[in-house]
């Protein structure tokens, strides 16, 4: 017996296998792979800082949420087809070397963003919305350390880039979900 998906190895003739078979071995090695992304996570502290190295910072609690932005805004900001976000409690960061320069967005929306980066470099490390007091959205490819992680969500996916894969398990929105209770970790 042969056997094709339309999955990830579409077009490959498996003699000897049968759909159900591929689909079980699919499902384990996706398990697989989560475990091992689980089992990588770091707990905090989290260490990190510009590319010049002007600002380090410390993140002391464990991310609300990590997600990918592909608005046209953060294409903008980082130079690639979406940005990242890892949104944190504001307590939890604390400079530890170096004065963040600031300026102020006002979106579509009328939210407000207080974007935080290095006055030396440019290197953008967070920012926060006026909607959510108390919380900072980091840009986690600041961190030392940035192989654990991994976005749950990607929203502003109407202005995505046509060749940007997104992961089968992540949580899809083509603009910002009306209910935010994701961005408190709810």
């Not at 689980?38 to 800082?49: A, D, M």
């Not at 690639?80 to 939890?92: D, H, K, L, Q």
């Not at 963040?100 to 407000?112: I, W, Y």
Request: proline share 6%; hydrophobic share 35%; glycine share 8%.
């Amino acid at each position: 017996m042969t056997a094709t998906t339309s999955g990830d190895i579409s077009g490959i003739t498996l003699p000897g296998i049968g759909v159900a078979d591929i689909a079980a071995v699919d499902c384990l090695c996706e398990h697989a792979l989560n475990k091992v992304s689980r089992s990588k996570r770091l707990n905090p502290p989290y260490h990190g800082g510009c590319e010049c190295g002007a600002i380090r910072y410390t993140v002391s609690a464990a991310p609300i949420v990590v997600y990918a932005c592909h608005c046209t805004i953060c294409q903008t900001q980082s130079g690639s087809a979406f940005g990242m976000a890892m949104r944190i409690p504001a307590e939890s960061f604390s400079l530890t070397k170096g004065t963040l320069k600031t300026f102020r967005r006002v979106a579509d929306s009328g939210q407000v963003f207080t974007n935080s980066f290095c006055p030396d470099c440019g290197t953008r490390i967070h920012h926060q919305a006026d909607r959510s007091p108390g919380q900072i959205s980091l840009k986690p490819g600041t961190l030392d350390n940035s192989s654990w992680l991994r976005p749950s969500h990607h929203v502003f996916l109407r202005s995505a880039q046509t060749w940007v894969v997104i992961p089968d398990d992540a949580l899809r929105f083509e603009t910002v979900p009306e209910n935010r209770a994701w961005l408190r970790g709810e």
